[in-house]
């Protein structure tokens, strides 16, 4: 929990480890996928991608992460925002992760 | 950074996000699999029509009516049909546009599906009426589907492999229906006379060669890298593929229709170079993958692309010694679109169906529960068994007209046919298992 009441940014990212692409068959962070998460207070906005546009998991991505952090404590609002620049590319994936494939 | 959508709060983002998936560019789940399950039943047919053509294809007839039957159970209902749904389905991911009318996909759908079937009905009981009628259906569909796809690659500003390769395939299967209702009229007055046979060896060509594989080709440069993970891949031999294939496949066929040799003899070396560059473009596409673990479906479209290439061997043979070897020809043809084109799509659906499934089943659960991975929707014993009998199958068939005759074409028939049914019969399971909760858990 962040000195303003909302969570950590490091708990956030943890949370979204929930929220898996079921086509490669890994979480979104080892992914690569998120690539910022902000904490202002009880609000959270998390800045990701997906690996293609056009990407039919879009929505369903999108709702799974506004569920996993807003069951967080403390938090009031989740912003997710969807970008495509820079592109995903299989060269953002964890290297520990990638050995799992 | 460019942000695109933003999301609302708690339980209000759950409800946008559904009303996000059913948006203007999101793919129709039911359009795609609605042809996918149609699909599925044409290529079980088709494996039941070979059995039934064996004495047909094993005396090299390869214009009796069963024959043709089976072959367009292949052509139209498997590959024509899985096509159009896989860019009902795929267009967003690949063009960035959804297809332009919905409505008339659904209508292309309701007559092509009942069309084909009289169709090949009509051809297998060499009923001239329902051949006819059916033939009638299906070519409104086809245009129909030209038309909807026509306007949707007019919308499309970034023209790259995908976009060409969709493009040339479709200006081709234009011809593709011309020449097919030449020879439908013929079937039935006669018109084409001696020339008939030319004007076959045309159309086939014209099929495969500039219809399916640029699609193939352009299709696989957004498909493999992703089902790999083979970003990195040089994409060259695509663009050279796609270059030799949309000069080669109608200068092939001009060159077969119209008995101009040097033409047919040029447009045959581009599509055989085509055909290589292609393959040498799966090899880069393997070779660079990240993911090394190589999933039953790719394993099926790569030993495809392996038929194919035996094909190619026999190419040059079938183009010099023409009708006069009626049996290579048919092996040849065998080969071809039960042995190369056939797995190459059926590869396709084992990423295909389980990817749908998981959407509609699991997706509304993710960061509730548990989910399983989309892998996890499919075990590998199936496809492998399947890859088995239809290699066989397709060796025995080819080999009949070459001298095992009808027992050999007869077996191998039924060996493809229960080939169909293990894919159609796994895909079925995926679709509907016996517990719905199965593979959950990660």
Same mark, same amino acid.
């Given at each position: 929990?962040?000195?303003?009441?909302?969570?950590?940014?490091?708990?956030?990212?943890?949370?979204?480890?929930?929220?898996?692409?079921?086509?490669?068959?890994?979480?979104?962070?080892?992914?690569?996928?998120?690539?910022?998460?902000?904490?202002?207070?009880?609000?959270?906005?998390?800045?990701?991608?997906?690996?293609?546009?056009?990407?039919?998991?879009?929505?369903?991505?999108?709702?799974?992460?506004?569920?996993?952090?807003?069951?967080?404590?403390?938090?009031?609002?989740?912003?997710?925002?969807?970008?495509?620049?820079?592109?995903?590319?299989?060269?953002?994936?964890?290297?520990?992760?990638?050995?799992?494939? | 950074?460019?942000?695109?959508?933003?999301?609302?709060?708690?339980?209000?983002?759950?409800?946008?996000?559904?009303?996000?998936?059913?948006?203007?560019?999101?793919?129709?789940?039911?359009?795609?699999?609605?042809?996918?399950?149609?699909?599925?039943?044409?290529?079980?047919?088709?494996?039941?029509?070979?059995?039934?053509?064996?004495?047909?294809?094993?005396?090299?007839?390869?214009? +009796?009516?069963?024959?043709?039957?089976?072959?367009?159970?292949?052509?139209?209902?498997?590959?024509?049909?899985?096509?159009?749904?896989?860019?009902?389905?795929?267009?967003?991911?690949?063009?960035?546009?959804?297809?332009?009318?919905?409505?008339?996909?659904?209508?292309?759908?309701?007559?092509?599906?009942?069309?084909?079937?009289?169709?090949?009905?009509?051809?297998?009981?060499?009923?001239?009426?329902?051949?006819?009628?059916?033939?009638?259906?299906?070519?409104?569909?086809?245009?129909?589907?030209?038309?909807?796809?026509?306007?949707?690659?007019?919308?499309?500003?970034?023209?790259?492999?995908?976009?060409?390769?969709?493009?040339?395939?479709?200006?081709?299967?234009?011809?593709?229906?011309?020449?097919?209702?030449?020879?439908?009229?013929?079937?039935?007055?006669?018109?084409? +006379?001696?020339?008939?046979?030319?004007?076959?060896?045309?159309?086939?060509?014209?099929?495969?060669?500039?219809?399916?594989?640029?699609?193939?080709?352009?299709?696989?440069?957004?498909?493999?890298?992703?089902?790999?993970?083979?970003?990195?891949?040089?994409?060259?031999?695509?663009?050279?593929?796609?270059?030799?294939?949309?000069?080669?496949?109608?200068?092939?066929?001009?060159?077969?229709?119209?008995?101009?040799?040097?033409?047919?003899?040029?447009?045959?070396?581009?599509?055989? +170079?085509?055909?290589?560059?292609?393959?040498?473009?799966?090899?880069?596409?393997?070779?660079?993958?990240?993911?090394?673990?190589?999933?039953?479906?790719?394993?099926?479209?790569?030993?495809?692309?392996?038929?194919?290439?035996?094909?190619?061997?026999?190419?040059?043979?079938?183009?010099?010694?023409?009708?006069?070897?009626?049996?290579?020809?048919?092996?040849?043809?065998?080969?071809?679109?039960?042995?190369?084109?056939?797995?190459?799509? +059926?590869?396709?659906?084992?990423?295909?169906?389980?990817?749908?499934?998981?959407?509609?089943?699991?997706?509304?659960?993710?960061?509730?529960?548990?989910?399983?991975?989309?892998?996890?929707?499919?075990?590998?014993?199936?496809?492998?068994?399947?890859?088995?009998?239809?290699?066989?199958?397709?060796?025995?068939?080819?080999?009949?007209?070459?001298?095992?005759?009808?027992?050999?074409?007869?077996?191998?028939?039924?060996?493809?046919?229960?080939?169909?049914?293990?894919?159609?019969?796994?895909?079925?399971?995926?679709?509907?298992?016996?517990?719905?909760?199965?593979?959950?858990?990660?």
């Amino acid at each position: 929990m962040s000195a303003r009441g909302g969570p950590d940014p490091a708990e956030v990212l943890a949370a979204l480890r929930a929220v898996i692409d079921p086509e490669i068959g890994l979480d979104i962070v080892s992914l690569g996928l998120v690539y910022d998460v902000r904490v202002d207070g009880g609000s959270v906005t998390v800045t990701m991608t997906l690996t293609a546009a056009g990407c039919p998991l879009g929505a369903a991505m999108r709702d799974g992460v506004t569920t996993v952090v807003g069951a967080l404590p403390g938090v009031e609002t989740v912003d997710v925002r969807i970008v495509w620049d820079p592109p995903w590319s299989p060269d953002m994936i964890d290297p520990a992760a990638l050995g799992t494939l | 950074m460019t942000t695109l959508e933003t999301m609302a709060t708690g339980q209000c983002a759950a409800r946008r996000a559904v009303r996000l998936a059913s948006a203007p560019e999101a793919p129709p789940l039911v359009l795609p699999a609605a042809h996918f399950a149609a699909a599925f039943g044409f290529l079980v047919l088709a494996g039941l029509a070979l059995v039934r053509a064996a004495p047909a294809v094993a005396a090299g007839a390869f214009l +009796a009516g069963p024959v043709t039957a089976a072959v367009h159970l292949v052509t139209l209902g498997w590959i024509t049909l899985s096509i159009m749904g896989v860019l009902y389905q795929f267009l967003p991911v690949a063009l960035g546009i959804g297809i332009a009318s919905r409505p008339l996909a659904y209508a292309t759908f309701a007559l092509f599906v009942p069309g084909l079937l009289l169709f090949v009905a009509g051809a297998a009981a060499e009923a001239p009426r329902p051949r006819e009628a059916g033939l009638a259906l299906v070519a409104v569909a086809v245009v129909a589907f030209l038309a909807n796809l026509g306007r949707t690659l007019a919308r499309v500003e970034s023209r790259g492999i995908t976009f060409w390769g969709l493009a040339v395939g479709a200006a081709n299967l234009a011809f593709v229906l011309v020449l097919g209702l030449a020879l439908g009229a013929s079937l039935s007055n006669g018109w084409l +006379a001696s020339s008939r046979l030319d004007v076959v060896a045309a159309h086939v060509h014209l099929a495969l060669a500039g219809w399916v594989m640029p699609v193939v080709v352009g299709v696989s440069r957004r498909l493999m890298p992703m089902f790999l993970l083979a970003h990195d891949a040089d994409i060259r031999p695509s663009a050279a593929a796609l270059a030799g294939l949309g000069a080669g496949a109608p200068l092939l066929a001009a060159g077969l229709g119209l008995r101009a040799p040097w033409a047919a003899a040029v447009g045959a070396g581009l599509v055989v +170079a085509a055909l290589l560059a292609f393959a040498f473009q799966v090899g880069l596409y393997f070779r660079a993958r990240r993911r090394p673990r190589v999933d039953p479906g790719m394993r099926m479209a790569a030993t495809a692309v392996g038929g194919l290439l035996a094909a190619v061997l026999l190419g040059p043979a079938v183009l010099v010694l023409g009708s006069r070897e009626p049996g290579l020809a048919t092996a040849y043809g065998t080969i071809v679109l039960f042995g190369g084109f056939a797995p190459l799509v +059926a590869g396709h659906y084992y990423r295909i169906v389980p990817f749908l499934v998981w959407y509609h089943r699991y997706s509304p659960l993710v960061g509730r529960a548990p989910v399983p991975k989309v892998s996890d929707l499919v075990t590998p014993g199936p496809p492998s068994l399947a890859l088995g009998l239809l290699v066989v199958g397709v060796l025995l068939v080819a080999a009949a007209p070459l001298g095992l005759g009808t027992g050999a074409a007869r077996t191998g028939g039924v060996l493809f046919a229960a080939s169909t049914l293990v894919v159609a019969g796994h895909m079925a399971a995926v679709a509907w298992p016996r517990t719905a909760a199965r593979g959950v858990g990660r």
